[in-house]
């Protein structure tokens, strides 16, 4: 497919987008930077992944101690956007064989420099889903977090991720719905009023309801197997698992047998 140096006219990568988030990836691991809100969002990712993940995988044909500091051992699994490995790291300390993916050259050059650093074997490729598909790449567990409402054609990119899921594997993305909520929240709040994120990182068009999500994953032969909402909680300053999908939601698809 491509990266930066080189494109076609299938791609699923919006440019405009991925040289947006290259320029900052000096600046990924800045916790007070422009992506301290995908770090404060990061614990609860984490924790939704390791129930969900630890759940539905066993381990040695028993159910598997989704509580342990190894909880995903021996699952491999791919990031899709990965972007300098915020999400990546702690996945691959719980025991994944992670592999993890961006079209940003510089990102991939700031999360292998990360990685190094911390001492974990991450296969990062400066590439796109389309790549790890021409190739015949399949994972226990496909991650679109945080990316499809950076994608130019989520039909195409859905069906290139769940390509790559194996029988009885799993995608799991995380994403905004396109509401008037999430409009005065997720841009006019975060962007313009708080500068949690910096300005022009979302478009609200390209935002996408659960049912458009759902459809979209279906029409990729998979299964929805559960979706929740993810909300900010004001008086903690973190955010938590909620019934409230208007804003940011998590879904998550199995591919049958």
Not at 167 to 192: C, D, Q
Not at 206 to 235: C, M, W
Request: proline content about 5%; glycine content about 8%.
């Amino acid at each position: 497919m491509l990266s930066q140096e080189k494109s076609r006219s299938d791609t699923t990568i919006d440019p405009e987008d991925v040289a947006r988030f290259d320029r900052l990836a000096a600046q990924w691991w800045d916790k007070d930077g422009p992506m301290q809100a995908l770090h404060k969002f990061n614990p609860v990712r984490i924790a939704c992944l390791r129930e969900v993940l630890g759940r539905h995988f066993p381990a040695a044909d028993a159910p598997r101690d989704w509580r342990s500091a190894q909880a995903l051992q021996g699952l491999t699994i791919l990031d899709i956007g990965c972007g300098a490995g915020i999400l990546s790291e702690p996945l691959a300390r719980l025991g994944a064989s992670m592999t993890a993916i961006d079209p940003a050259v510089r990102n991939i050059e700031a999360a292998r420099h990360h990685a190094a650093k911390a001492g974990l074997g991450i296969d990062y490729r400066c590439a796109s889903a389309e790549d790890l598909v021409s190739e015949g790449a399949i994972f226990d567990v496909v991650l679109a977090m945080e990316v499809i409402e950076h994608v130019s054609d989520v039909g195409n990119f859905l069906r290139q991720a769940g390509a790559m899921v194996r029988p009885g594997g799993l995608l799991v993305a995380a994403t905004l719905n396109r509401t008037l909520k999430s409009f005065a929240l997720a841009i006019v709040g975060a962007e313009y009023l708080l500068g949690w994120v910096p300005r022009g990182t979302h478009k609200w068009r390209q935002f996408i309801t659960p049912q458009e999500l759902a459809k979209e994953l279906r029409a990729s032969g998979l299964h929805i197997k559960n979706e929740t909402g993810v909300a900010f909680d004001p008086l903690t300053g973190k955010w938590q698992l909620s019934h409230d999908m208007d804003v940011n939601y998590i879904m998550v698809a199995s591919r049958p047998e």
